[in-house]
């Protein structure tokens, strides 16, 4: 049963323009999201969330917005880096129980 | 400021045997989280911590369990390890157990059982 869903497994953008992941959830429950980038044998570090009483929240490069009728959220990376090449997550909460459920991820590649 | 650390950072056992994991979270941080990213699946959550007491477990058989000590690190042992337990073992750390509190990932132990 997956919960959050990523369904682009990769992404290829060129140096400069904007990058736009997208995750879908489907339980209800959820309120709080976030985003989170991986390296190759590193940990997910910690990019930017979002509470579901907000529909938008910016930190520098990173804007995600959240659609909370679609059950939707997005990550938008302006402008995008060849450092940004990595693998992104998606991942919910509820109120309760603190466990970070996670989507598959997406590959981004960012060409210079 | 440290972030949350891991040892070991690869461990190799072989069936039947037990691994232990460690855990340090950031200074400062109460709750500490466990999750499993096996290969070709996401990332799966195993167990919360807070205050020495276990707060929550994911869909796992008993014999993966853990403890937190007193200064806040924790232990995930995993018993009658099977070849499926192969996987990158994340611990991640967050402040207390209010919900919507940002949580932030170790570099991981990566288990192989042979």
């Known amino acids: 049963d997956q919960q959050v869903k990523q369904n682009s497994p990769s992404l290829s953008v060129q140096e400069g323009r904007i990058s736009i992941l997208n995750c879908d959830y489907t339980?209800?429950?959820?309120?709080?999201f976030l985003w989170y980038k991986k390296y190759p044998a590193e940990g997910p570090t910690f990019l930017i969330s979002?509470?579901?009483?907000?529909d938008k929240n910016e930190d520098g490069r990173f804007t995600v917005f959240l659609n909370k009728s679609a059950k939707h959220l997005s990550l938008h990376i302006v402008p995008s880096q060849p450092g940004d090449s990595a693998v992104y997550f998606c991942?919910?909460?509820?109120?309760?129980?603190?466990?970070?459920?996670f989507g598959a991820g997406t590959i981004l590649r960012v060409k210079s | 400021e440290a972030g949350v650390t891991q040892s070991p950072t690869h461990l190799i056992k072989t069936r039947g045997q037990q691994a232990t994991l460690r855990c340090s979270p950031i200074?400062?941080?109460?709750?500490v989280y466990w999750y499993q990213q096996a290969l070709g699946l996401g990332l799966q959550f195993l167990l919360w911590?807070?205050?020495?007491?276990?707060?929550n477990r994911g869909n796992f058989p008993p014999r993966f369990s853990g403890r937190q000590f007193p200064n806040y690190s924790s232990e995930l042992n995993v018993n009658a390890l099977e070849l499926e337990d192969s996987a990158l073992y994340l611990c991640?750390?967050?402040?207390?157990?209010?919900?919507?509190?940002?949580?932030?990932f170790g570099p991981g132990t990566r288990l192989l059982v042979l």
């Open positions: 991942a919910a909460s509820a109120e309760y129980g603190n466990k970070l459920v």
């Open positions: 979002i509470s579901s009483i907000k």
């Open positions: 339980n209800s429950m959820f309120d709080y």
């Open positions: 200074s400062g941080h109460t709750s």
């Open positions: 991640a750390s967050s402040r207390g157990v209010a919900s919507r509190q940002t949580q932030y």
């Open positions: 911590y807070d205050e020495g007491e276990e707060r």
